[in-house]
């Protein structure tokens, strides 16, 4: 709860008394955001256990180690640990965001303690101490300001805003709630100006602290993709548990011994477990970790990849997202009605005025004049870095400096044409600035300032051929159009005096004034913004809007963006308000169909993306600022910009761009569809075969056919056939569609119509298949052993071309290059060489009962095998047909 000073005893301009502040201390606790008690080591990593796949893992180590397989136990122990270590890894930064958020605390505080100005830590103020505040720091606490002189304050970590919002002296006793204006908030900038106020709040009670309350707290969405995957282990479970139990079942009324009952359906049980599956889903999130990496997406945590790649909703801030973060001049409107624009890129070299009309040949040179008169008053300064362009100042005067340069204008040569005689400072009384400068005998003045004051300070206006007499009317209406657009709006005007007026020059002597124009500033959208959405179109991923600013300049900058919205999709914060005071219904029916979110607090943005998220999306959320920090930690994947992000945005997301372009993000959904995609190929291969391994013993154990292969021979099978081949299958290259494929319906399982016919007609072709070949070969008078033998053979080709035909899911394997994935060639012939080998090699031979195979059995089974690409192929291709034909 916020505590305010009124509660308390009331203090003087000498602030408070140094007892006070110890007891005030001792009762309200210390002025920073605590750590969240950090679970300790051994809890984290326990925790990366609690899976249903996890416990299949553990049947499958344990059955290992029954039939004295030692190695694959140790194999499946070591991925478990494996596993465990790096979910552990990526669960350590949970706790890292509220670390960042104590950053923006200062860590410094000027208070005035028993009537003398002093410098103490921030942590220990108080409730009611009396702190001052300058240009150039941070606010130590919420304070509700005394004293007010030009005092600007950088709020766009708290409200996502680009301007610096104005603050103002407030009476003593003000509720500070219901007057933001009169309140400097803990954490933001002091952008100009200085001021003197008394502490409201402190610690978790201060606006950033609630903000902290909020990021600290467990994240309520789980990655879509463990979602499915857990659904996808209770399958393998539950079928894997239910066909063991019946073949014992079977074996027992056939009159079987208990001890070859175990010995199959443990050795079933592991072939049919994909072990493999988790090294092969972390190999196709890194792969496609390192390919986001090289397109400026930063992947914090590994399940991110493919929780991008899911979204089918985009909630997207406003401020340093879509737009630049830089208060920019983009227009100009000369008296005579004709428009310029300025190009709104960062590089202040290579820009130049543009015309947007049909204009007189001098309009640029008028411009100019205009731009000289925004240049000359200015207070602010620009600089050349190492890293570009840096503004000091007030964030209208470093946009009217860059325009200016932009322009060919240097300032440092204007001022030596120029030479300062007196300055009239900004002041907000006044809306305006001017300064006077020696030129020729003459003195020249340049005023910048509100385009009502101006107007009323000139007598004339400058069309271009010549100076006319001003048309006060039509210069509002001009500006008016400007404001309606969204931009914040500046006039300037100049004049002249005789050099033999008296000094000191000021306010007197701003008469008769020559109007030159008026400027257009807004916050830019970034250049690359409207295509990237259009393509997030095309990939079916919708996108909403949130931001701090009013619903006209929100919609005004939407459609910019290239937002498609009606205007009944436009809402603002009080409406969110409304609904959320109504109930989660209420709040769902709005946010199913809003778009554009104005006004709207931080905890409204959290409200929104988890009604989103009750509405069946898969939500990615972007953003900069504090502000965003509670809806990128609680969203289905959280993205931060990394250039001009804040720390606790970044450290609260799963996601940081690094380069801060939105486009960026669309490559990252394209790159998690392919880590999808790939997951999805290597859980066909291994369902299909393990299903079909089933299907094998599930049709010869009831017909009294002895077990078709010897529980050492499949666990040899599940070695040979998918040793490497998964981790390979997860290698897969894009295959250049996934960005016009719509987006996956979030409620869609792994096992979708697609992929349980391919494991369907996988299974019967190879099952059924080697059911047939086993009760051909011993109606034909082949021994057990050697029957077996062939059949092994069988099931190893027959797998590896499984694992080729499941390359794509929609195209054929020679749609792309054979060896676009020189692994997995690599694989799948290594597989078939290992067996080839252990046919030959005498102590494999009599372990794995194997022998060679005549070349006409060779033939025979290498047709088989094929068999199944040729269903498979037949099965693309009419899927195929049949979609053309939909569309």
């Known amino acids: 709860m916020t505590v305010l000073y009124q509660q308390l005893p009331a203090v003087d301009i000498t602030g408070l008394d140094q007892a006070e502040a110890v007891e005030r201390l001792a009762r309200f606790g210390e002025n920073i955001l605590p750590e969240p008690k950090a679970a300790s080591l051994l809890s984290v990593y326990l925790q990366q256990f609690k899976s249903p796949l996890i416990y299949i893992l553990l049947l499958a180590a344990a059955v290992s180690l029954v039939l004295s397989e030692a190695g694959d136990a140790m194999l499946i122990v070591v991925v478990l640990l494996l596993n465990g270590a790096i979910g552990s890894m990526q669960e350590y930064s949970a706790g890292r965001a509220a670390a960042a958020l104590r950053k923006l605390e200062q860590p ?23 702190v001052a505040i300058e240009a150039g720091g941070r606010v130590p606490a919420d304070l509700e300001l005394l004293q007010a002189t030009d ?4 709020e766009s970590l708290l409200t996502g805003e680009s301007l610096p919002a104005r603050k103002v002296a407030a009476d003593y006793g003000i509720n500070a709630d219901n007057n933001h204006t ?48 857990a659904y996808f282990s209770n399958v393998v479970a539950w079928s894997v548990g239910i066909a063991s139990l019946l073949l014992v079942a079977i074996g027992l009324v056939r009159g079987m011994a208990w001890h070859d009952l175990l010995l199959m359906s443990v050795g079933l049980a592991v072939s049919a477990i994909p072990e493999g599956l988790p090294i092969a889903i972390s190999v196709a999130l890194a792969i496609s970790m390192r390919r986001m990496a090289r397109r400026n997406v930063i992947v914090r945590r590994l399940p991110a990849v493919e929780s991008l790649g899911s979204c089918t909703m985009i909630a997207t801030d406003k401020t340093g997202t879509l737009t630049l973060n830089e208060l920019t ?12 624009a300025l190009e709104a890129g960062a590089d202040l070299e290579a820009c130049s005025i543009k015309s947007t009309n049909m204009v007189p040949a001098k309009a640029s040179e008028r411009a100019a004049h205009l731009l000289r008169a925004a240049s000359l008053p200015n207070e602010g300064s620009l600089t050349q870095e190492e890293n570009g362009w840096k503004g000091v100042g007030d964030t209208v005067d470093v946009a009217l400096l860059a325009a200016a340069r932009k322009a060919g204008l240097e300032r440092e040569v204007m001022a030596d044409d120029y030479p300062l005689i007196n300055r009239i400072p900004y002041e907000p009384d006044l809306k305006y600035a001017a300064s006077f400068h020696r030129k020729d005998e003459r003195v020249r003045i340049f005023v910048k300032g509100s385009a009502e004051t101006l107007i009323d300070m000139a007598d004339r206006m400058d069309i271009g051929d010549r100076v006319v007499q001003i048309e006060r009317d039509v210069l509002l209406a001009q500006k008016e159009d400007l404001a309606a657009r969204g931009l914040k709006v500046l006039a300037f005007a100049e004049g002249e005096i005789d050099s033999t007026i008296e000094e ?34 095309a990939a079916g991923v919708d996108i909403a809007m949130l931001t701090g600013d009013d619903p006209k300049t929100a919609a005004a900058i939407a459609a910019k963006a290239g937002l498609e919205f009606r205007p009944d999709q436009v809402t603002s914060g009080n409406a969110v308000r409304d609904a959320e005071a109504a109930g989660p219904e209420q709040l769902d029916q709005l946010t199913r169909h809003a778009r554009i979110y104005a006004r709207v607090a931080p905890t409204q ?17 972007t953003g900069d600022g504090v502000n965003d920090a509670p809806a990128l930690k609680h969203a289905h994947v959280g993205v931060a910009m990394g250039l001009k992000g804040t720390e606790v945005a970044k450290e609260s997301a799963d996601i940081v761009i690094s380069d801060d372009n939105f486009a960026s993000i669309v490559s990252g959904i394209g790159e998690g569809r392919t880590a999808y995609a790939n997951i999805r190929k290597v859980i066909l291969m291994l369902a299909a075969t393990g299903a079909a391994e089933m299907l094998l013993f599930l049709l010869a154990i009831p017909l009294g056919l002895p077990m078709p292969l010897l529980p050492v021979q499949l666990l040899w099978l599940n070695l040979v056939t998918n040793g490497i081949q ?70 190893v080709l027959f797998e590896n071309v499984q694992t080729l035909a499941c390359r794509s899911e929609r195209y054929s394997v020679f749609h ?45 089974l290498l047709a088989l095998s094929a068999s199944l690409l040729f269903v498979t192929e037949i099965d693309k291709r009419m899927s195929g047909r049949s979609k053309q034909s939909a569309a």
């Open 182 to 229: 009169a309140m400097a908030f803990a954490g933001t900038l002091v952008a100009r100006g200085r001021g003197k106020g008394i502490v409201t709040a402190t610690g978790l009670s201060t606006k950033i602290g609630r903000v902290a309350v909020e990021v600290g707290k467990p994240s309520v969405s789980q990655p879509p993709l463990m979602i499915r995957l």
């Open 504 to 537: 000191p020059f000021g306010h007197g002597h701003l008469i008769d004034l020559v109007f030159l124009g008026l400027a257009g500033m807004q916050d830019p959208i970034r250049p690359e913004v409207p295509q990237a959405i259009s393509r997030c179109r």
């Open 816 to 860: 792309s290059a054979f060896f676009r994935n020189p692994l997995l060639v690599l694989a799948i012939c290594a597989s078939q060489a290992l067996h080839l080998g252990a046919m030959y090699l005498p102590w494999l031979q009599e372990t794995l009962e194997l022998a060679p195979v005549s070349w006409p059995e060779w033939g025979m």
């Open 329 to 340: 001049v983009t227009d100009i409107r000369l008296p005579d009605g004709t428009d310029l």
């Open 726 to 795: 998964d981790v390979a299958l997860a290698g897969e290259r894009p295959e250049g569609d996934e960005l016009s494929r719509p987006a996956r319906r979030p409620k869609e399982p792994i096992f979708d119509r697609l992929m349980v016919r391919r494991i369907v007609q996988s299974t019967l072709v190879i099952g059924g298949g080697g059911f047939a070949v086993f009760y051909w070969l011993l109606a034909q008078g082949y021994e057990e052993p050697a029957a077996r033998n062939l059949l092994l053979l069988l099931f």
């Open 151 to 154: 005092l600007l304050c950088d």
């Open 108 to 130: 410094r505080a000027t208070v005035i303690r028993n009537g003398r100005t002093q410098e103490i830590e921030a942590r220990l103020l108080v409730p009611g101490d009396l």
């Open 605 to 621: 943005k959290l409200a929104i993306v988890l009604s989103m998220a009750r509405n069946g999306h898969f939500v990615a959320v």
